[in-house]
């Protein structure tokens, strides 16, 4: 009996230990991140250094509560801003939309894991949640082809993935790295002009259905 309750015990720190680390907040874009082509330096650049500047000088500039959309806003503007000037548009572009698809996948992908770790304690595995892990990192890439494809085909199926927050972000990720090239002064004062021009999604609340369709039809949810 002791021995069956200690099996029972490491089956569900097995099963945790993998689903928590699915859960992490940078895990799934990374894997998408380097099945693309970025290099570790490049995401440790774009995903760190550039990420945490861009998420510090945006509370700084908008420290109130009240202008929580305010500061998003201007962390995405800013984090594609810095990691263009860097590395490059591409590779930022990249890492920034797969950013948002690490929140787009996190149910399907938590659901697959769940499914692989029941496969494997049915057949008696004694490391079901690690079995399932890595099927479940492996598969992560092919999810992401197969929901682009099917989104790709229904702008409907693509609004069922893809919320409010979602379309933000990508919005201003898109004019953060154009404006890396044309307003070379700085980040700042690109975001004040790109803001007074009204090229930017301010809060979540003013998405509109014309910002799905924008960001769907030029394909600004895709590497």
Known sequence: MNIYNKDINILVNDYDQYYNE???????EGVLDRD???SATDIAKIGLTHANKARDEALKKYPNSSDVMLRD????????YLSTKDVGAIKTRTAT???EWGLVLLNPVI????NRYNYYVGNGSGAAGYDAFIDTTLYIPNLKFQLILVCQAN???????????????LHNNVYGRAYAASHPSGYDSAFTSA???GDLI????????????????NNWWTE
């Open 155 to 169: 702008i409907d199926t693509f609004k069922g993935f893809f919320d409010n927050a979602n379309i933000m972000d």
């Open 36 to 38: 693309e082509g970025l």
């Open 97 to 99: 939309i797969n950013h």
């Open 195 to 197: 803001k007074n021009a």
């Open 202 to 217: 301010l809060s979540e609340s003013s998405v509109t259905n014309w910002n799905y369709t924008y960001v769907w039809q």
């Open 111 to 114: 659901n697959y894991y769940n």
């Open 73 to 80: 806003a201007y962390r995405h503007f800013t984090w594609n």
């Open 22 to 28: 699915l859960r992490k907040g940078n895990y799934i």
